[in-house]
């Protein structure tokens, strides 16, 4: 047993760095045309109008700060509302959005919990075991409950995803937009939470010999477990499925944030000039054809009719190969 | 054809329950009211599309080119191949549904079709189908679904039902903007002879004459004047207007429906006053006669083209930098796309006002500023006369135009000049201005008289919270920088809060301007007379 999950775990490794590489050449290597991002604060423009620098970055730093916002305190999702009509009966009938912020609690707790369970493994893979992992470890274990001590984010996670699941199912719109692939990932995390969970509070599982094993594929040196365990089987076996599937699912929003183009550049498409590898050339009807059309009227109007070799071919795009009609 | 219109009331009663079969094999019914007529044959040829011809889509046979759907599936991967954006869009969305909700065409409607994400999961399916390795396998199970015709019908629905608002990329957590798939999809659509009308004839007259309208020049030259003689009766002061004219320092350019239609033409007397004002030396250009470019609702390219000639006749009428007026799709072309489309714009030079000596850097690159940002300047640096009691009979609130706020985050100025040029201005609710304005529900081409009931339904968020401040503080009127915000605006609060007026920034600007040597003003921009009493609350 201890050869499959050794292998398990080195084949999804594989495949989530090597997918997650190839994903993110592919979306690198597509050129981003134009500078669109999502304004959602004042731009810089008159000096004594102060420019929102986050939300309508102008600058490297400004675009920094938006993108850590996003990914770490997901900026945008805390902007959540529901809808609710007020009848058009009550005195001031207006279109009411009401503060919804349990999206943003449930991906919040999801995520982070994901993440100090991720950091807390780490003592599992790392001999010594860091300082910074060990207080984090102690940290979650604050409370204090049970034997073994639960961990906080055990519990949060848990509830993120019953959540989760539960709203998908609950909301009609939600159940009627939701695809297969989405009840397929929340059940491939509950698999992983659920058999780590297990495995920590139910099975007696001999941690000292978990930790050699996992010692060893740290070192690239797999060495075989004294015992098996079927709960630590099934764990393993679940984290691997879910982290090889990371990169090709809809989880590679993970590596696809960095790369949204309204949110990853900044506000400053008339100070410079964004580049636009293959802007193709265009037909374009230039002044010349125009001012021939409608000689006569130009005439009796009393507008000027430029002559000039200025006045006859569309600059720009002509001189790019163009046809003009 | 004008149609009977819908009843308030039923279009009020929106049914928020999904229907029981799933989207993806529910045929799209193409019911009166609710969607565009297809682009004439004879437009779609003056611009050179592919595969125009004459067809409706209310008809069964839509008459596509025998090969569609390789064209279709082509056209895609080109696309995957050249913008990023949608690949990644493609790939990311969690199905979250945190931009359901965000859109007014299904707070509108409740066709779950119209959230965001459904939205792009039309195109969504198709791509997994056709382009991903599990899709291929898998089929429905992984999300992919056919290319069929009823797909494509159902794309031509849905797609000429988004606005490009972008209200949606507000609100997602990876910022997956709905409006880059709708045009995605509109440009696919194109690619087999889909647009619609109110697309394709009004690029097909801006390509031809300089502006959407298809005015020509002298009819241009008509109405400017016009202008100028009405001017001249409200103030006793003559304003020169120069069309053409080489060696100006500044190029004017406006949506064409600043000068001809209304409401629209009183934010154009605006500007010209400020303008003359201002001292600024500028020109217009009869054939640069159009600022907005409805190229944007079809395809990139016909974007590019039709925002040619901006530059060329800057170019030609050697000016140094460009004015350009109230719309808002058109800066959104002008702000993120025309000085990458047709740009270097080296000849020009950094925009200064000539009043106030201000140095616009942040046009360092493009050389063009919105008439805002340079009416803001120089009210914040005292050059302009204003009485604001002029417009007292309006008590104002004001809409941010979808495209210079989230596409360009044009907020305050707009902002700083309402609040120099009007006693009574109130807000509408947080949540529905700024970067979460609500869309007036016709632009990106969807303000035709057969698409009034979605429309009117679209419209419906916006109109309801201009409603609460009317009832809060007696609100008469809605400000606002767009010309589709102009022309259709005013149907929309006709139809759901009646006795509300819209103007542009401008017009409440020229009726507060103190010109110099002007005489006394009996009534404001539109021949109305000032200071009837009652006529606002405070």
């Known amino acids: ?325 | 054809m004008a149609q009977p219109k819908p009843d308030p009331a039923r279009l009020a009663a929106v049914d928020y329950a999904p229907p029981r079969r799933a989207w993806r094999d529910l045929p799209v019914e193409f019911r009166k009211g609710t969607y565009n007529y297809a682009a004439p044959r004879k437009h779609a040829e003056a611009l050179g599309l592919p595969h125009a011809r004459d067809w409706q889509p209310h008809d069964a046979d839509w008459k596509l080119p025998p090969d569609w759907k390789r064209i279709i599936l082509e056209g895609m991967k080109a696309r995957l191949d050249r913008y990023r954006s949608f690949r990644l869009f493609m790939d990311i969305c969690v199905r979250c549904g945190a931009c359901a909700d965000k859109c007014h065409f299904y707070l509108g409607s409740g066709d779950p079709r119209n959230t965001p994400v459904i939205r792009a999961e039309l195109l969504r399916s198709v791509y997994r189908r056709y382009f991903t390795a599990a899709g291929r396998a898998f089929g429905p199970l992984a999300g992919g679904r056919d290319l069929t015709e009823d797909v494509l019908k159902e794309w031509f629905y849905y797609f000429y039902q988004c606005t490009e608002c972008r209200r949606c990329s507000v609100f997602c957590p990876y910022g997956i903007d709905t409006a880059e798939i709708t045009m995605i999809g509109r440009e696919l659509l194109g690619l087999v002879g889909c647009s619609i009308q109110w697309v394709v004839e009004p690029a097909a007259n801006c390509y031809r004459t300089g502006n959407h309208l298809g005015i020509q020049p002298h009819g241009f030259k008509d109405s400017l004047e016009f202008a100028a003689d009405e001017l001249e009766e409200l103030t006793g002061i003559r304003v020169d207007i120069p069309i053409d004219r080489k060696g100006a320092e500044v190029l004017l350019v406006v949506p064409s429906a600043d000068y001809f239609g209304t409401p629209h033409y009183y934010t154009l007397l605006g500007y010209l006053m400020v303008l003359h004002e201002a001292g600024v030396d500028y020109t217009f250009s009869a054939f640069a006669s159009e600022g907005g470019n409805f190229g944007l609702f079809a395809s990139h390219d016909l974007m590019k083209r039709l925002n040619a000639k901006i530059y060329s006749e800057a170019r030609r009428l050697r000016v140094k930098w460009i004015l350009g007026g109230e719309c808002g799709h058109m800066w959104r072309v002008v702000h993120q796309y025309m000085g990458t489309m047709n740009g270097p714009a080296d000849f020009l030079e950094v925009p200064v006002s000539p009043a106030t000596g201000t140095r616009f850097a942040h046009a360092a690159s493009t050389k063009m500023i919105h008439v805002c940002e340079f009416t803001a300047d120089l009210i914040a640096h005292g050059r302009l006369r204003l009485d604001r009691s002029r417009n007292d009979h309006w008590n104002v609130t004001f809409h941010d135009s979808c495209n210079p706020a989230r596409g360009m985050g044009l907020y305050e100025e707009p902002r700083v000049i309402l609040r120099e040029v009007v006693t009574h201005f109130h807000e509408m609710a947080e949540d529905t201005i700024r970067e979460r304005t609500l869309c007036c529900g016709s632009g990106a081409g969807l303000g035709t008289d057969e698409n009034f009931e979605m429309r009117m339904r679209g419209g419906r968020p916006r109109a309801m919270a201009v409603q609460e401040v009317r009832a809060r503080h007696g609100v008469n009127c809605v400000a606002c920088i767009c010309a589709i915000d102009k022309a259709t605006l005013p149907p929309l609060m006709e139809y759901w809060v009646p006795g509300v007026e819209v103007a542009g920034v401008h017009e409440l600007v020229g009726n507060a301007l103190v010109m110099t040597g002007e005489r006394p003003r009996a009534t404001d921009l539109r021949g109305e007379p000032l200071h009837v009493a009652g006529g606002a609350r405070a």
């Open chain 1, 1 to 325: 047993m201890s050869l499959a999950l050794a292998a398990a775990i080195y084949a999804a490794a594989a495949l989530c760095l090597c997918g997650f590489a190839w994903r993110v050449w592919g979306w690198a290597d597509t050129p981003e045309p134009f500078r669109i991002p999502t304004t959602t604060g004042q731009q810089r423009s008159l000096d004594w109008i102060s420019p929102s620098r986050v939300e309508s970055p102008s600058t490297r730093l400004g675009v920094a700060g938006r993108m850590a916002l996003e990914a770490l305190l997901f900026r945008s999702l805390f902007r959540n509302t529901a809808h609710a009509s007020v009848p058009c009966a009550s005195p001031y009938p207006h279109p009411v959005f009401l503060e919804r912020k349990a999206l943003w609690l449930g991906a919040m707790a999801l995520h982070w919990s994901l993440a100090v369970i991720g950091v807390r493994h780490l003592r599992l893979f790392v001999d010594p075991v860091p300082g910074a992992v060990a207080a984090l470890s102690a940290l979650d274990g604050f409370f204090e409950i049970g034997m073994p001590r639960w961990y906080a984010t055990d519990a949060i996670v848990a509830a993120a995803l019953l959540y989760l699941l539960g709203r998908r199912l609950r909301d009609p719109l939600l159940r009627y937009l939701t695809l297969p692939a989405d009840y397929l990932a929340l059940a491939a995390l509950a698999a992983v939470v659920g058999t780590g969970i297990a495995l920590r509070y139910a099975s007696r599982v001999d941690l000292v010999d978990v930790r050699a094993f996992a010692l060893g594929l740290a070192a690239f040196a797999p060495a075989p477990l004294r015992a098996a365990n079927l709960w630590l089987a099934a764990h393993v076996a679940a984290a691997a499925v879910l982290v090889a599937a990371l990169p090709f699912t809809k989880m590679a929003h993970a590596a696809g944030l960095w790369l949204s183009a309204t949110r990853n550049q900044a506000n400053d498409s008339r100070r410079r000039r964004h580049v636009n590898p293959w802007n193709p050339p265009v037909p374009v009807r230039g002044y010349g054809a125009w001012r021939d059309e409608f000689r006569d009227k130009l005439a009796v109007a009393g507008l000027p009719i430029d002559e000039t070799p200025e006045g006859g071919a569309p600059p720009g795009q002509a001189r790019r190969g163009a046809a003009e009609t």
